[in-house]
């Protein structure tokens, strides 16, 4: 079993910054790709960022500039490094992760709201 723990979501005002983490558990081999995503109400789930393995990351254009992506190797966490928020930012964020066997695993997702 594969267990994703999100923390770092709440409240935020528009500008302020966040810090998301995911701490993975369980039978891991080895982690390829780790990754958050996100869904608004009313909207699809859609990519935010993701790094490998080795540090090649990708980002959403609409937080390229605003948001870092990072991930610790020996202790199995992905971090997503939030700034200068906006209210379009607001949605609930999920931690992703691609193990070296294909399988494909997703946190609880963490609420994260940009409001003044």
């Known amino acids: 079993q594969v267990q994703l723990v999100e923390s770092g979501g709440g409240l935020v005002q528009p500008g302020g910054s966040l810090r998301l983490s995911c701490a993975v558990s369980?039978?891991?081999?080895?982690?390829?790709?780790m990754g958050w995503y996100r869904q608004a109400p009313g909207k699809q789930r859609e990519l935010v960022a993701t790094?490998?393995?080795?540090?090649?990351?990708t980002y959403a254009d609409s937080v390229k500039g605003r948001f870092t992506i990072s991930r610790d190797n020996i202790r199995n966490i992905v971090y997503l490094q939030m700034n200068s928020l906006k209210p379009e930012d607001t949605a609930v964020y999920y931690c992703?992760?691609?193990?070296?066997?294909?399988?494909?695993?997703w946190g609880q997702g963490t609420q994260v709201t940009v409001s003044s």
């Open positions: 790094i490998t393995r080795g540090g090649i990351t």
């Open positions: 369980g039978t891991i081999f080895s982690i390829r790709v």
């Open positions: 992703n992760v691609r193990l070296g066997d294909e399988s494909n695993h």
